[in-house]
């Protein structure tokens, strides 16, 4: 049997192995505070299951069309407009199982040899590897400590070339909970006019976990930009809703048939219950989702002051997401011995830096997706570690 050579450049993330990794040391019997992936640990808020559970009772089992329920991409257009004030046609929308689907297309279409994208690093990881994949060139856009880990302008222009096709962007980021304002995106955005060749991914999957009373800037309300940029976003996040599979893209006229057949060859629709769940977490009632902010906010403030107070750990203050990502290079480990050391030893799972490019090497992502109660007890034992 001999495979293709493109699918051994495919690599994985690693917040599912220490997820994994500390399940198995749970079943020996060993206690394990989770702080390592990304999935808010609260319930899908009431409301959006109900609308899942009438959903089956009134017979959504079959196919929808492939770009999703016009219902469900006329609500994702709405969504734009009362956010953004951003008319955008539902045409041009493509509801995908997950935000996932979504990297995966773009890359798909925008990748192959002689071509680079250029994707954040420390970044979520599927980018370099789907990048990788397609054999295009993967140029990592370092986000430095120094710059809040916002992206560096001067930095970003410098890797542009004729054989540059997509950039990634990312904001919030993850792993590291940096939160670009609107005038930073202003000035991303008024460099990116003056490289009309090059196409825009823009993850937003965590637009709407932003704290201190922040506006999120999309970059959908760039017109100039519209016609080479793909806007990501979903409901795993923001509704709690990561195992309902959900998510859209937002997509140019010119690229939008590619991607909707691309969505056709690889998985013909996205679950009909979910996308009527999706209506509802859309269109319905907000205040879980504020409430389910507003906890994040506190965690983000506890995490921050909690891992600030060690001796050997200095950590950015995030300002959206749910990750802390803080530089722990004073307590003479490395993001993987750390990462391994607190978890082996100490039963707290989180991951390190170098899961999200070659960068991070002296950091760990920290994910507060857990209790207030949990990440105090993981504070305390992790001071013995790093004190
Ligand atoms: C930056 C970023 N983009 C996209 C995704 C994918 O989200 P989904 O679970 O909706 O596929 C994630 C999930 O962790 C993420 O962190």
Redesign the pocket.
């Known amino acids: 049997m001999k495979i293709a050579e493109s699918i051994k450049k495919l690599s994985t993330?690693s917040a599912f192995k220490v997820f994994q990794r500390s399940v198995e040391l749970e079943k020996s019997g060993k206690k394990i505070i989770h702080l390592s992936l990304?999935?808010p640990d609260f319930a899908t808020p009431s409301n959006i299951v109900e609308a899942a559970k009438k959903a089956l009772d009134s017979g959504y089992h079959g196919y929808t069309p492939s770009n999703g329920l016009i219902q469900l991409r006329n609500a994702v257009s709405k969504d734009a407009l009362r956010r953004y004030n951003v008319d955008v046609d539902p045409e041009n929308i493509l509801i995908v199982?997950?935000?996932?689907?979504i990297?995966f297309f773009s890359i798909l279409i925008f990748g192959d040899k002689n071509s680079e994208i250029i994707y954040p690093d420390p970044?979520?990881p599927?980018y370099k590897s789907v990048i990788d994949y397609t054999g295009a060139k993967s140029v990592p856009l370092i986000l430095d400590e120094q710059d809040n880990f916002e992206i560096n302008v001067d930095k970003m222009i410098s890797l542009f070339n004729d054989k540059t096709r997509l950039i990634i962007i990312?904001n919030p980021?993850?792993p590291t909970g940096a939160f670009m304002k609107k005038e930073k995106m202003d000035k991303i955005a008024e460099a990116l006019e003056k490289f009309p060749n090059i196409a825009i991914l823009s993850?937003e999957?965590?637009s709407r976990l932003i704290f201190d009373n922040q506006e999120m800037p999309s970059m959908l309300q760039y017109p100039n930009l519209k016609d080479r940029l793909i806007v990501?976003d979903?409901?795993?996040?923001t509704f709690c809703m990561?195992g309902w599979?959900?998510?859209w893209g937002i997509w140019p006229k010119s690229i939008i048939s590619f991607a909707n057949k691309l969505a056709v060859n690889d998985h013909s629709c996205a679950n009909a219950v979910s996308q009527i769940a999706g209506i509802e977490a859309l269109k319905g009632d907000q205040e879980e989702v504020k409430k389910i902010l507003k906890e994040f906010e506190e965690r983000r403030n506890l995490i921050f002051e909690k891992l600030n107070s060690f001796k050997n750990v200095e950590c950015f203050k995030p300002g959206g997401?749910f990750y802390a990502f803080p530089n722990i290079s004073k307590s003479k480990m490395t993001g993987d011995e750390f990462a391994t050391e607190a978890l082996e030893t100490y039963g707290v799972a989180l991951v390190s830096g170098s899961s999200f490019g070659n960068s991070a090497k002296n950091f760990v992502r920290f994910s507060f997706a857990n209790s207030k109660d949990n990440i105090l007890k993981a504070m305390e034992i992790l001071s013995k570690m790093v004190n």
């Open positions: 993330e990304g999935q199982p997950g935000g996932k689907p990297i970044g979520f599927i990312n980021n993850n993850d999957i965590y990501l979903g409901w795993s996040k990561t599979r959900l998510g997401a």
